[in-house]
């Protein structure tokens, strides 16, 4: 029933920053933990961040650990991924995925399970 929608994308500088913002319809999103994923061409899509449903627990891959930081507005029905400090390698196409988890869990949308719904992505291209 809800879908996701990415904004923020856009074509910057190594060391710069972005702002992508994941928007959800409909009025379950509280129920949903949230995760961002990053795929470049020829490799396999990876994590980078999530977000358990209330907010009170937030997962970073290695890569962008003290860079990124996840957050979510549930009233609003958005979540948010601020990217500081961005390198060439950060260059892909980056989604939202949402799974249920109404109890606050993350382990699962962590490793890719569960992600019911996704979106159509947005494009980050870091020029070194």
């Known amino acids: 029933q809800m879908t996701l929608a990415e904004s923020g994308g856009g074509v910057v500088q190594a060391g710069d920053s972005l702002r992508l913002s994941c928007k959800a319809s409909?009025?379950?999103?509280?129920?949903?933990?949230v995760a961002w994923f990053r795929q470049s061409p020829g490799k396999e899509r990876e994590f980078v961040a999530a977000?358990?449903?209330?907010?009170?627990?937030?997962h970073y891959a290695d890569a962008v650990k003290g860079r990124f930081t996840i957050s979510r507005n549930n009233a609003e029905n958005t979540a948010t991924l601020q990217m500081n400090g961005l390198k060439a390698e950060d260059t892909a196409v980056y989604y939202c995925?949402?799974?249920?988890?109404?109890?606050?869990?993350?382990?699962?949308?962590?490793?890719?399970?569960?992600?019911?719904?996704w979106g159509a992505g947005t494009q980050v291209t870091v020029s070194s």
């Open positions: 995925g949402a799974a249920w988890a109404p109890n606050g869990g993350t382990m699962m949308i962590i490793n890719g399970i569960g992600i019911d719904i």
């Open positions: 409909g009025r379950i999103f509280y129920n949903y933990a």
């Open positions: 977000v358990s449903s209330n907010g009170g627990s937030t």
